[in-house]
Structures are given as structure tokens and as C-alpha cells.
């Protein structure tokens, strides 16, 4: 069986490098095709890491359903790991993974125990996700069982150390809703995930934040993370790694590829080691290979340039707007219900003390709100029971519509698509 | 947001359950959804995401809405929607409720038609296929549906 390279190891060499890992989120039903779809990931000629991204029913534990469509030839919208033979997926491997190259299971369970032992038998060692990153925004799993399935799961992964392989996690704790949840909260969340992966034995994690509105403001938030982080998690191995816009994707390949590149600066800018890419078929479908290659290459370029440009000039600081210290807030918060990380964020949930906006969880209080203000930045209409108070001003009554929705979540859309349209006006294509 | 989170609707409005399907993760199309149904009046209890069909058959007989909305995004709106409206329609109190569909149904990307056929024939009222005009057909069903509903 072939290994792939530690995961921690090999991003944070390539950081050590001045190098951005790019990495999709790529998932193929068809074993040949994930495959060619990891082949064409390695040899993209810039510094990737590869992803086999599961589908859903393998993510709510239909495994019924996954076994019938393997059977009826149906394609799924992802890699089903647990339900392809074990066999299927070394298969899928050999000769992919290699000591510069590794790949991580992706998939959105609140339940992954059959997903890691899955991973785990087919030589794999990195995966994603988190009890409170993949419980609340997608399904209907209690945060308390949440908890317990993904202490499980760590201790399962931390268990394969024992053959010798370094398991890495990444908490998806800085996605939350993919959209128009502010910075404090995600950072909160990423650090406090880091924290319930250490505390449950895994010495190797990233934390993770997702691009926003305002690129400030996103350079702000990795920095109140990467502090935190080297406060709260100095006893492991960590780096941080950015996602591309997660929100509604501009629809112009123009659009979607000056997103991408903006994404990449700010990775290099705000100290990210590893960045996951969008494609420009984002707003549209699940998309193809060559468009995950070109992504891959746009990103890892534009992220090359970045780095030389701030050798030549060196960066001006962002402002402090109080991310820190907000994320800081929730994060102690928190931590002071209980010794035990797994009781108080149970509890914290309960409490309100976190509390996801627009977030439609049974356990999720909803008592937040959130809006893109007039200079394009994430800020809070309503904190609920936050620990925010004297923090943050919401400035007044929140009144959220369907119309303000779509402007908020639409913001980043428009921004990039007018963009790009204005300079197809401007200057008319030659030839 | 609880799951009954319900708006404040003048009582002559629909009572409206928003739902996603058994795989599909996506909410903020019910958000929307939700905000969208209570500014037109209506009252609506949102059931969220990864909704089960006997988890939306039992809140459908709990609540006996006067019409059902599935909202999904995630490319197995065929399969998913045509279990759920099964589901719903094996119970003779929701046989004749409005029942209606809509999202990107299929993987493929395709706008348009290309999956209406079978969830009709399924026994969904109608399909909205995500596409141009699909907010605007939507709107007008609601229209046609309130005054039935309501004479």
C-alpha cells in the first residue's frame, strides 16, 4: 500500500518554503475517474494537495442508497469511501500518494466514525470537520451526539499513530454557513475545534477561515486566529488554511476567477499555509477536472506573485476593528463553563454563548443576526447571549427581509461579476 | 432558528412548511424561502436541512400545512423529492395537499425542464428547476394556491 506524505509536515514545509499549498474540493463517484481527478491534481505544476470530497448520502449514513445507485450505475455528487471495497480505494491511491503528495477525505458528517475507519483502512490519514462545524450547519444530528461521534473519531484516528502515520484534522469551524457569519465567530469556533481535536489526542490540526466580504476585515480575522492559536494550541503541530469565497459565487468567469486571485493574496497576506480554490463553474455545477487544474494553477500563481510583491514592499498593517478581542471573549467564555471542552460546548450552544446567524440547527439558539454593511464589511444586527456585550454595537433594530437577504448574500456576486462586466465595457476585446 | 420558528403572518394567510430533502445540507435557500413566504403573508414552519421523508411526513400530519415547499440544491432532488412525495402521498389526510418542488434537481447543471417530468408524475403539483423566471413562477403558484385555498 502506498503512503502519502504527513499531511501537517508537508504544508508546513511547503510554508517554510514561502510556498501556498492549493488544494480543490474534488470528489468523483467513479474510482477511475477520483483517480484521474488526483493524478491531474499532483501534476497541476504548482504546490497542491489532493481531496477526495464524499457525497451526501455517505455524509447523512444512507448507505442503502449509495450501494443501490453504485448498483443502478447512478452517479452521486462525491467519492462514496465507506461502500467502494477497501480494495476500490487503494487502488484509487496507488501511485497518487507520494511522499510530496497527500490527500485528505472530506465529506460533512455528524456522525464519521464508518468514514474514518473507511480513511484510515485505505491508507489515508487527514480528513475534516469538527463537532460543532459539522453538526450545525447541515443537518439535524444533537450537538451532544455530534460531540461524542467526533471524539470517537479523533481517538479512532489518533489510534492509527500506533502504524506510524501522523493523522492530521481540520476543523471547518471557520465556514460556518459558508456565509455572513462575522469573523469573531469563526475564528472562536476554528480555535475552540483545534482545541477539542489537541484535547482528544491529535498533535497535527489546521484551522481553518473562509474568505468574506472585505478583505480587511479577512486579514484582520487570520491574524486575531493565528494568535489565538499560538496561545491555545502551542503543544501541536497547526497552520492555518483559508477557503476561497464559500458564500454565492460570482456567475462570469471573470467574476470567479478575480475572486479566486484575491482569495490567494490574501492567503499569502494574512499567513495562511494552504488554500482551498473555487472554480468558475462554482455558481453553476459540480465542476469538471480541467476546471479544478485551472483554479488550482490561478491561485497558486497569483499567490506567487503576492509573496514577491511583499518582498519588494512590505505590507502596511490592517486596522484593529476588535475581531481579536471578541473571538478572544467567546472563545473564554466558553472555555470557563466547564473543564471539559466537550461538556462546555454543548453547553455553550445551549446557552447561547455560541449561536450561529440564520443558522436553522434544532439546538442552535438563533437569537444572532448579521448583514453586509454600506463599506462592505460583516457585522452584527443582533449578539442574542454572545458574550459580546460592550464589544459590539449593532446599531439598532435588525431588520432582516428577503430583499436585505439576497443583497447580503448576493454582495460578493455582484461586486466581482459588475466588475468584471465594466471592464469588458471599458476595454472591448481585440481582434 | 428552532425548527417551528413561526413569522407573524396574518391569520388569512397560508401555513406553509419549508423543507429541504433527506441529503441535502444546503439552507440558505430556506432561509430565503421562509422570509420570502412570510413577507407575502404566510406563516411557515421551517423544517430545515437533511429532512428525512418520515420526519417531513410526520411534521406534515402534525401541522396539516396548506402547502408543502421543498427547496434543494445539492443535484439529488430527483431521487430524494420523488421518495418524499411518495411518502406524503401514501397518507390519504396529505394525498391532496399541495405539494410542490424546487432548486438545481439534477448534477449535470441543466436549467430548464429536464427533471420536472418524473417529480410530476410522482405526484408533486409543481417543479421549479432553477433558471430564469423560476422566482417569478413560484410567485404566481402562490397566487393560484392562496385563492383556492382560500375560496
Known amino acids: 500500500m502506498s503512503t502519502g506524505a504527513d499531511f501537517g509536515e508537508f504544508v508546513r514545509r511547503a510554508a517554510g518554503a514561502g510556498t501556498l499549498v492549493v488544494q480543490p474540493r474534488m470528489g468523483i463517484s467513479d474510482p477511475a475517474r477520483m483517480r484521474a481527478g488526483l493524478l491531474a491534481t499532483r501534476r497541476a505544476g504548482v504546490c497542491t494537495a489532493g481531496t477526495i470530497t464524499l457525497d451526501s448520502y455517505t455524509r447523512v449514513g444512507d448507505h442503502g442508497r449509495v450501494r443501490a445507485a453504485l448498483a443502478d450505475g447512478d452517479d452521486l455528487n462525491g467519492y462514496p469511501i465507506v461502500d467502494h ?8 491511491l496507488d501511485g497518487v500518494l507520494a511522499p510530496d503528495f497527500a490527500v485528505q477525505v472530506r465529506h460533512g458528517s455528524g ?32 450537538v451532544a451526539e455530534s460531540v461524542r461521534a467526533w471524539r470517537e473519531s479523533a481517538r479512532l484516528l489518533g489510534g492509527a499513530r500506533a502504524d506510524g502515520v501522523r493523522p492530521h484534522v481540520e476543523t471547518f469551524g471557520g465556514c460556518m454557513m459558508g456565509q455572513l457569519c462575522p469573523p469573531s465567530l469563526l475564528v472562536a469556533i476554528s480555535v475552540l475545534e483545534g482545541m477539542f481535536f489537541a484535547r482528544n ?3 497535527s490540526v489546521s484551522l481553518s477561515y473562509a474568505q468574506q466580504t472585505n478583505p480587511d476585515q479577512d486579514r484582520e480575522a487570520l491574524r486575531a486566529l493565528r494568535s489565538l492559536a499560538a496561545e491555545l494550541l502551542s503543544d501541536v503541530d497547526w497552520h492555518v488554511v483559508l477557503y476561497t469565497y464559500m458564500g454565492v459565487f460570482p456567475r462570469t468567469p471573470g467574476g470567479a476567477t478575480d475572486l479566486l486571485a484575491q482569495a490567494a493574496r490574501l492567503g499569502v497576506r494574512g499567513g495562511a499555509a494552504r488554500l482551498i480554490v473555487k472554480t468558475v463553474a462554482e455558481a453553476h455545477r459540480i465542476p469538471t477536472i480541467d476546471e479544478n487544474v485551472t483554479a488550482l494553477r490561478v491561485a497558486g500563481h497569483a499567490a506567487a506573485r ?28 466558553v472555555l470557563d463553563l466547564h473543564p471539559s471542552l466537550d461538556t462546555a460546548l454543548v453547553r455553550a450552544v445551549h446557552a447561547g454563548l455560541l449561536d450561529v446567524p440564520f443558522c436553522l440547527h434544532p439546538d442552535n439558539p438563533g437569537r444572532t443576526g448579521a448583514t453586509v454593511d454600506a463599506d462592505g464589511r460583516l457585522r452584527w444586527t443582533r449578539i442574542g447571549d454572545l458574550p459580546l456585550r460592550g464589544l459590539v454595537t449593532t446599531g439598532g433594530r435588525d431588520v432582516t427581509t428577503a430583499a436585505s437577504l439576497l443583497r447580503s448574500l448576493s454582495y460578493v456576486e455582484r461586486r466581482w461579476d459588475d466588475e468584471t462586466m465594466e471592464r469588458a465595457v471599458r476595454e472591448p476585446a481585440r481582434g | 432558528m428552532a425548527e417551528t420558528a413561526q413569522s407573524d403572518a396574518p391569520a388569512a394567510g ?5 423543507s429541504s430533502v433527506a441529503s441535502d445540507a444546503h ?45 434543494t440544491v445539492n443535484g439529488h432532488g430527483v431521487f430524494d423529492g420523488t421518495n418524499a412525495i411518495t411518502a406524503l402521498r401514501a397518507q390519504p389526510e396529505l394525498s391532496a395537499t399541495p405539494v410542490v418542488i424546487g432548486g438545481k434537481l439534477g448534477i449535470d447543471g441543466s436549467h430548464g425542464t429536464a427533471h420536472a417530468e418524473p417529480l410530476l408524475a410522482a405526484g408533486f403539483d409543481a417543479v421549479f428547476e432553477d433558471g430564469a423566471g423560476t422566482a417569478a413562477a413560484f410567485r404566481t403558484f402562490l397566487a393560484r394556491i392562496g385563492t383556492r385555498v382560500r375560496t
Do not use: F, K
Open chain 1, 111 to 142: 456522525r464519521p466514525q464508518r468514514i474514518v475507519a473507511a480513511l484510515l483502512a485505505a491508507g489515508l490519514s487527514a480528513t475534516e470537520g469538527g463537532p460543532l462545524s459539522y453538526c450545525l450547519p447541515y443537518g439535524r444530528v444533537p
Open chain 2, 14 to 18: 397560508l401555513h406553509v412548511v419549508v
Open chain 1, 201 to 203: 489526542g491529535l498533535d
Open chain 2, 27 to 71: 439552507t440558505w435557500n430556506l432561509v430565503y424561502l421562509q422570509l420570502v413566504l412570510a413577507e407575502a403573508g404566510h406563516r411557515v414552519t421551517n423544517l430545515g436541512p437533511c429532512v428525512p421523508a418520515e420526519l417531513l411526513v410526520a411534521r406534515c400530519l402534525t401541522v396539516r400545512p396548506d402547502l408543502v415547499v421543498l427547496s
Open chain 1, 306 to 333: 503576492e509573496r514577491a510583491a511583499i518582498a519588494m514592499t512590505p505590507q502596511a498593517d490592517c486596522p484593529d476593528t476588535g475581531i481579536a478581542a471578541e473571538a478572544r471573549a467567546i472563545v473564554t467564555a
Open chain 1, 85 to 92: 471495497p477497501v480494495d476500490v480505494t487503494r487502488a484509487v
